[in-house]
């Protein structure tokens, strides 16, 4: 029986239509033209603070100043409601319930702020899934940082524990915190998938429960 902490965006739920329409939104704002899907997508990870600095360095403005901390202030605010595009990814749900019944205690450690997770969380149904939640903003650091993650396993009791991912900073967090590292290949990755750090890899998550227990049993 293990701890098993979850990444959300790009992991669990695909939400990259939401914050791009959204982030198009917060530039339309400022009167600044629209970016793609990909290039938005790209941007996912790291928090709303450097999703709007990368919205404006990719608009060729300033990306620090009032503009940045104005257009934060937009997107956190409308973050809560930007749901209806965003979808759980294939075989999630039977993974997690499968975990669960197999004794493990579930959390969830994400970048995205706390409302908009709660929001999204019970906008699809997931929040009974977790014991645990912890957002971009529940702590001073967010991840990289390893903190919210050893928040989230103190949390759940400690003990051993995994965590799981899509991005460069969820592996780097996962090191940092001296957890093990399972990346969901399906999300927003930018570099190849067998050059992060990583205890194993799957694409589907029906694969997910038997490569825990493999890991867990390595582990002793
Ligand atoms: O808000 C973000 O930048 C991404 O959130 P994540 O940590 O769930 O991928
Ligand atoms: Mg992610």
Known sequence: ?????????GTLIDSAPD???????????????PLTFAQVRGFIGKGVPNLIARLLEASGQ??????????VARFTAAY???VDLTVIYPQVVPALTALRAGGHRLGLVTN?????????????????LFE???????????KPDPAPLLAGL????????IYVGDSETDAETAARAGLPFLLYTEGYRKTPAEDLPQAGRFDD????????????????
């Open 1 to 9: 029986m293990a701890a098993i902490l979850f990444d959300l965006d």
């Open 19 to 33: 914050i791009h329409a959204e982030a198009n939104r917060t530039l339309a704002a400022e009167r600044l033209p």
């Open 62 to 71: 300033p990306f620090e100043g009032p503009q940045h901390d104005r257009m």
């Open 80 to 82: 809560e409601t930007a």
């Open 112 to 128: 995205k702020p706390i409302r908009p997770t709660h929001a999204v969380l019970a906008h699809l149904g997931l929040d009974s």
């Open 132 to 142: 645990t939640v912890w957002g971009g903003d529940s702590l001073a650091v967010r």
């Open 154 to 161: 103190e949390a759940l009791g400690g003990g051993p524990a």
């Open 205 to 220: 998550f029906r694969d997910l429960p038997g490569l825990v227990a493999g890991l867990l049993a390595t582990q002793g």
